[in-house]
């Protein structure tokens, strides 16, 4: 079965950083587009970042733009997403997602999700 196994979630005080891990089991997803989503406390599941895995092309939703990088790593067949100038408005659980095809940005595109790891920003 097609597994994603995040890493990398943690407490952080604002503007402080962190870098998380999305690991695809088999290589059957060695060229899938892979996405970060976040859900925080009582808020819907939200699009932050994906990546074409060939091409390397990436998309960001605005909250993020300039402070997240996304990027992967072929051989590690392992997205990361790089988080600088945290804020409190970005605690929330993020999910690394992977699907066949194009590049989504809605979350029901996906067919393939991880766990989540947990992000907390402090003020």
């Known amino acids: 079965q097609v597994q994603l196994v995040e890493s990398g979630g943690g407490l952080v005080q604002a503007g402080g950083s962190l870098t998380l891990s999305c690991t695809a089991s088999g290589r059957t997803f060695s060229r899938s587009p892979r996405a970060w989503f976040r859900q925080a406390p009582g808020k819907e599941r939200e699009f932050v970042a994906a990546i074409n895995w060939s091409g390397g092309s990436t998309y960001y939703t605005d909250s993020v733009k300039g402070r997240f990088t996304i990027s992967r790593d072929s051989a590690k067949n392992t997205v990361y997403l790089q988080m600088n100038s945290l804020v409190p408005e970005d605690t929330a659980v993020y999910y690394c997602?992977?699907?066949?095809?194009?590049?989504?940005?809605?979350?029901?595109?996906?067919?393939?999700w991880g766990q989540g790891t947990q992000v907390a920003v402090s003020s």
């Open positions: 997602a992977a699907r066949l095809g194009d590049v989504y940005r809605d979350s029901t595109m996906y067919g393939y």
